[in-house]
């Protein structure tokens, strides 16, 4: 009798919490500690309950569950719920498991709870995965005459709604391999007085799931561990590394400055940052231990004093300005009709490569230099999309081959394929490479439906590309929408994706590109009419981002600005890169 009231105590309680409130027929009248409001409205603490005497099992997992949603994220009252040995070994740090619904449990001391829509984020707060449904073991046992968890997985387990107010989507910033440039990777941290010091304490790691020959840092391992970063009332942050200050040469301090600069802006309260190791103060140029917030552009992964200028094709001669005021070019390409017929340009606007007519050769020539030299490093492809360049001068082109794509990285005039597995061999339709180099998003498409995939680029400290991780799958941009239509970069770790929905009605939504649900609240949705079939971005903050349908441009960051028309006979619209 006492097995079978425990059992049904456990499936109330988690039917509760999954939302399937019913009153009571019989037994005690309970007021709720805190209000459901509450609960749901950002930066109001929670303080979770703790467990009492006498609780039962179901008791025990419910206020588990309960305690995890505790604000400010602490495992403190968690911790109460387990048995000794468990709570000594827990370390819900390691990752965030976020799900939408809890299900109907199953067992009584060997607890499976089914889970829906559930999303696993690593120790960083980078998603990992998402799984339509998973089960969530726990054990329970006798303690003291107590009931508590002694089996668990290590790990925060949260529902999405919390995840969502709880943490915010930011960028920690580590190096690529050549520490030429620093690269954005996008995770999730606690929101609140918690940021700061979860950005930092997420650059002492080298991610697990991503090679040293995609990125790097310069934070010795484990130096961030239990930090907290205070930020004074003139907005100084305070980091004080643990380690061995004398590990920490010059160079190595300066490119942990640039990382913690570029990673803690994010934080709007802070004006200047001092780092510090093993007690040595950590000086930024000229020996200032109080750094601005400046330092390491030279690092900009959107690349150092890149141009701003709008370029295309006038009749097959490149131009350059703003809509509507276009200038021709000075170089070969703006003075011969070479026979092009889309064009992509160097992140300085010194240099364009442009594809042929029939996309089966590569030139590349100077914009604005008359006597400069036109090449042709890619002869006898079968049809190249529009090229691409990075921040090493790299242009990325893809020949779609006629339902067989090839990758071809253009490095110094001379060209070779890069195999990229889940684009190579199959029926790509276009490439993005983002102007760090890390990273190559595209469009594949499909029997049913088409699919935006993203790689990563991997490379040596020389910066000689040694191929590319296998693809992962963004998610759909569109429910019900087969075709895609064009992607362009919103920043340099999102893009926007064109979908049809009808034949007279596009969409346009911003996703991560590490495939993390949500979309990016820079871009949001925007819905157009009319035959929309080219974007036309930028991953430089403050850029205008406009749609084309035709002739006919919308701006698609200030949507009232009325646009002209392009002129008859403009075609490859393109920023740099």
């Not at 620093?182 to 799931?209: C, I, K, N």
Request: hydrophobic share 40%; proline share 7%.
């Amino acid at each position: 009798m006492r097995k079978a009231a425990r059992g049904g105590c456990l499936v109330a309680a988690l039917a509760l919490l999954s939302g399937c409130v019913q009153m009571p027929s019989e037994g005690p009248v309970v007021e709720p500690l805190v209000s459901a409001a509450a609960d749901d409205v950002p930066g109001i603490s929670f303080d979770p309950r703790p467990p009492q005497a006498g609780d039962s099992a179901a008791d025990i997992v419910a206020g588990f569950l309960e305690a995890m949603k505790a604000t400010p994220i602490s495992p403190t009252v968690a911790r109460q719920f387990l048995s000794e040995e468990a709570a000594d070994s827990w370390v819900p740090e390691q990752q965030i498991i976020t799900y939408a619904e809890l299900g109907t449990a199953v067992g009584e001391t060997s607890v499976r709870i089914p889970l829906s829509e559930v999303n696993r984020y690593d120790a960083r707060g980078a998603w990992q995965r998402t799984q339509a449904e998973a089960l969530l073991g726990l054990g329970l046992a006798l303690e003291d005459g107590e009931w508590r968890i002694e089996e668990l997985p290590n790990a925060l387990i949260v529902p999405d709604s919390w995840f969502d107010d709880a943490y915010q989507r930011v960028s920690l910033y580590f190096f690529d391999p050549t520490a030429q440039v620093l690269v954005p990777e996008p995770v999730f941290v606690p929101s609140g007085d918690q940021f700061a010091s979860s950005l930092v304490r997420g650059l002492a790691v080298q991610p697990d799931d991503i090679s040293p020959d995609v990125v790097q840092t310069y934070f010795p391992t484990g130096s961030a561990e239990g930090l907290a970063v205070p930020i004074s009332s003139a907005g100084i942050a305070t980091v004080a590394l643990a380690g061995d200050p004398d590990a920490v040469d010059e160079e190595t301090a300066q490119r942990m400055l640039a990382q913690l600069v570029w990673t803690l802006r994010q934080e709007p309260r802070i004006r200047a940052v001092e780092l510090s190791i093993g007690g040595r103060a950590l000086g930024g140029p000229g020996g200032s231990t109080q750094v601005n917030l400046d330092v390491g552009s030279a690092y900009d992964p959107n690349g150092v004093r890149p141009s701003a200028e709008l370029f295309a094709l006038d009749r097959g001669l490149l131009v350059s300005g703003g809509i509507g005021a276009f200038e021709p070019t000075a170089g070969p390409l703006g003075t011969v009709d070479l026979g092009v017929r889309s064009v992509g340009v160097d992140l300085t606007g010194a240099r364009a490569a442009a594809v042929t007519d029939d996309g089966a050769d590569l030139l590349v020539a100077p914009v604005q230099a008359a006597a400069g030299e036109t090449t042709r490093p890619v002869v006898g492809a079968v049809d190249l999309a529009a090229p691409g360049w990075d921040h090493r001068d790299r242009i990325w082109l893809l020949d779609r081959g006629a339902g067989r794509a090839r990758v071809i990285v253009v490095v110094d005039g001379s060209a070779r394929e890069v195999d990229v597995p889940g684009i190579t061999g199959r029926p790509a339709r276009s490439l993005l490479v983002s102007r760090d180099g890390s990273r190559l998003v595209a469009v594949v498409r499909g029997a049913k439906a088409d699919r935006v995939v993203s790689s990563r680029v991997r490379q040596d400290a020389a910066g000689t590309v040694l191929g590319a991780t296998r693809v992962r799958t963004l998610p759909r941009p569109t429910e019900g929408s087969p075709r895609i239509r064009d992607i362009g970069w919103r920043s340099p770790t999102a893009v926007s994706v064109l979908s049809d929905i009808t034949e007279d009605l596009s969409e346009v939504r911003t996703i991560s590109v590490d495939g993390a649900p949500g979309e990016v609240a820079s871009g949001g949705t925007t819905r157009l009419r009319g035959p929309t079939r080219q974007l036309v971005s930028s991953p430089v903050d403050g850029s205008e981002v406009f749609a084309l349908a035709g002739r006919a441009v919308t701006s698609l960051t200030r949507l009232e600005r009325p646009v002209p028309d392009l002129a008859r006979g403009l075609t490859s619209l393109t920023y740099v890169g």
